[in-house]
């Protein structure tokens, strides 16, 4: 039983990280119809940025570690913020009224030159960061197998939860809010109605790209390790978080995105590693068979 808690808590975190980086997937689908290929890229420039800042603060004095994690959360937020426009205003907005496949492929062709970018910028080596925080909690106190929390685990999920709060107070109670929902079901009508629909899209676009910073800095400060090819993997994994809770649903990406960490985990603990992605992606393949929309995803409605 402490074995199983144990791997449920890993588990949680794990898939905080993949939820946060979902709801970019699902925000874009949201109101463009379109499938954001580049976020996981998006995902992995953050933590380079987070991890230079590490540095950069250091080397002028900045030590307190709240002070260091604070503005580093700052930074991290606003440059990611800024490639998520980017990639917006290049790879998207100019294709939005083109077929289908344009718009993935210029995704696609996003997130290779963010790797390539980065990878020469940054070498292809794993770079690491020194553990910044330490320290835990029992749980439950046994011999054989206490059961422990650590502070970065808890930092982990008391993050992803305020950040989850915030933005559904965003998009239940603001301007910008009501104009993501009126874009979200109709794009020429919303412009009809006097709302900017490509500040929308893009402002979209970079909220997306600041969750996507939170979970790179999430993900740095857990592992403590950080590489170019990283935004690959965690992005496939998000996606499919996403398409699990239903694509299209915020809440839905959050569940789907602590599912996912939870299969990969207790699939890591009680059978093989090796095959923990298969598990993954199994599970999401027999959910689609029997709910098509995923776990809170609605039917697509044809509009005419």
Not at 74 to 100: C, D, H, K, N, Q
Not at 125 to 139: A, D, E, F, M
Not at 269 to 283: G, R
């Amino acid at each position: 039983m402490e074995y199983f808690v144990q791997q449920f808590i890993n588990g949680v975190t794990l898939g905080s990280i993949y939820g946060l980086i979902a709801i970019g997937y699902t925000m874009v689908y949201g109101i463009i119809g379109m499938i954001n290929f580049a976020h996981g890229d998006i995902y992995m420039v953050s933590g380079f940025i987070a991890l230079i800042a590490f540095l950069a603060l250091v080397a002028i004095g900045v030590t307190a570690i709240p002070i260091a994690l604070f503005l580093v959360l700052l930074i991290a937020m606003a440059l990611t913020a800024l490639y998520g426009w980017t990639v917006e205003r290049f790879a998207y907005r100019p294709l939005r009224g083109s077929f289908r496949l344009a718009p993935l492929i210029s995704a696609i062709g996003m997130s290779i030159m963010l790797q390539n970018y980065v990878q020469i910028a940054q070498g292809a080596r794993v770079k690491p960061l020194p553990p910044l925080i330490t320290g835990g909690h029992n749980l439950i106190e046994s011999e054989t197998f206490p059961v422990q929390i650590s502070n970065i685990q808890i930092i982990v999920i008391l993050t992803t939860l305020v950040v989850m709060v915030a933005f559904s107070l965003l998009v239940a109670k603001t301007r910008l809010g009501r104009d993501m929902r009126a874009c979200e079901q109709d794009l020429k009508m919303s412009s009809i109605l006097g709302v900017d629909v490509d500040r929308t899209i893009s402002l979209t676009f970079v909220i997306g790209a600041a969750l996507a910073a939170v979970a790179g800095i999430m993900y740095l400060l857990y592992y403590g390790v950080i590489d170019f090819y990283v935004g690959f993997v965690a992005g496939v994994k998000a996606f499919t978080a996403a398409v699990l809770g239903g694509i299209g649903s915020l809440p839905g990406a959050m569940i789907g995105g602590l599912l996912i960490g939870l299969i990969e985990t207790m699939w890591s603990a009680y059978f093989s590693i090796e095959y923990k992605d298969v598990a993954a992606f199994s599970i999401l393949i027999v959910v689609l068979i029997f709910l098509p929309t995923g776990i809170l995803g609605r039917p697509e409605v044809e509009k005419v």
